[in-house]
């Protein structure tokens, strides 16, 4: 068997944004997989970061898929901002916090030509998300509390990746796992041994010297 390929997605909220767009096109070089965009909105986490318009200025540097997650309320009505700022996948929260019909919410993107991900917070149990794992293509487990970078990851969000992953056995349909938060060479190399396939990292990719190496490092190279 094949072993799967694994993404590393790196997550711009890191990059300095003085010099973004030759902080995306650095990333592609070093063999970055898809360009992971962190949209808050300062209610649903405590912390705005951008929108549309920095997405569509990423878009335009690179080829690379732009992984967006949507940690906003009323993400249904945001979806085609994104969508037209040139998203490849919009993964949205499961949470009721999120006020969103997300079953509608997810088919919404689908039908915008967008794969379509689903997010879950670490105090969100698995079975949240467990109705809707046969309408997504991207499952993303929060590692650390969403809002801000830098925070420690949270070793006991593998049960939920571990869940995921058997499912995934049991289908021929396999949806992506996605991890974020506190991402490292170490961290990294436990969730790919529960079953994680796509790796967000921010800090330690773009707080480094050589984006290259550390890219390689996560996936375990």
């Known amino acids: 068997m094949t072993p799967q390929k694994i993404i590393v997605a790196p997550s711009i909220l890191a990059a300095d944004f003085s010099k973004l767009a030759d902080e995306v096109r650095a990333t592609e070089q070093a063999g970055a997989d898809w360009i992971h965009c962190d949209i808050m909105d300062g209610h ?46 919009i993964t949205v929260h499961v949470e009721p916090e999120a006020k969103h019909d997300v079953e509608k919410t997810l088919r919404q993107i689908g039908e915008d030509g967008c794969r379509a991900g689903l997010s879950l917070n670490p105090a969100t149990p698995f079975e949240s998300v467990e109705p ?21 990851f949270r070793a006991d969000q593998m049960e939920k990746v571990k869940r995921a992953a058997e499912w995934n056995k049991a289908r021929e349909r396999k949806i992506d796992i996605e991890v974020d938060g506190g991402i490292n060479a170490e961290t990294a190399r436990l969730s790919i041994q529960n ?27």
């Open 132 to 152: 809707f794992l046969d309408k997504i293509d991207i499952l993303l487990v929060m590692t650390v509390h969403p809002g801000f970078g830098g925070q420690s």
């Open 44 to 89: 649903f986490v405590d912390n705005i970061s951008f929108g549309p318009a920095i997405v569509d200025l990423v878009h335009k540097q690179t080829k690379l898929p732009l992984d967006v997650h949507l940690m906003i309320e009323h993400a249904d009505h945001y979806v085609p901002r994104f969508v037209e700022a040139g998203a490849d996948s």
């Open 195 to 221: 079953g994680a396939n796509v790796l967000v990292a921010g800090t330690s990719i773009f707080h480094t010297k050589d984006y290259r190496e550390a890219i390689a490092e996560l996936r375990g190279k």
